[in-house]
């Protein structure tokens, strides 16, 4: 089933390269957020923003001590899922990009949901989700949820008496 638990385990135990399409080098940005965590627990996370690539007279900066690329299509190695932290409009040809580089795995981060794009993947025979925060997941399916104190009782939703 599309976004179920186990496919979301199956993709993140399978997975070690992950590009983050839209990763900003703001450390306070969701996109850096959910990179930091997915790198501290294993992945080797690829960034991907043209405002970081450099231009041909400035070498392209590091994000996440990282090399930063303008494409997927400019990235010399094996993806095996691309986190998309743009706009709607823009994760169909970002999806193109992904299906021509042999990725995996085509991940909407929450808020990102272009059909389209999904059934493109999904017509493929490879995995794509939707609506999902990479980060909750892996979290919420292997146990990590009190890395920034959900379900320790620090935080709550509990107005104090």
């Known amino acids: 089933m599309h976004n179920d638990v186990q496919q979301l385990r199956l993709i993140l135990k399978s997975a070690k390269t992950i590009a983050v399409v839209g990763l900003s080098a703001q450390w306070n940005r969701p996109s850096y957020f959910a990179a930091k965590y997915m790198q501290e627990h294993g992945y080797k996370i ?4 043209p405002r970081y690539a ?7 900066k590091k994000i ?4 930063c690329y303008a494409s997927l299509l400019d990235i010399p190695e094996k993806i095996d899922i691309v986190d998309v932290f743009r706009k709607m409009e823009d994760v169909l040809p970002i999806a193109q990009e992904a299906l021509e580089i042999g990725a995996t795995c085509l991940w909407q981060q929450l808020g990102v949901e272009n059909h389209e794009a999904d059934m493109l993947f999904r017509n493929s025979g490879r995995q794509s989700v939707t609506q999902r925060c990479v980060k909750i997941e892996h979290a919420r399916i292997f146990g ?3 890395w920034v104190g959900v379900n320790t009782g620090i935080i709550s939703a509990k107005r104090p008496v």
Not at 46 to 49: D, H, L, Q, T, Y
């Open 46 to 49: 690829i960034p991907v923003n």
């Open 54 to 60: 450099g231009d041909g007279q400035h070498p392209p």
């Open 64 to 67: 996440l001590d990282q090399v």
């Open 144 to 146: 990590g949820l009190n």
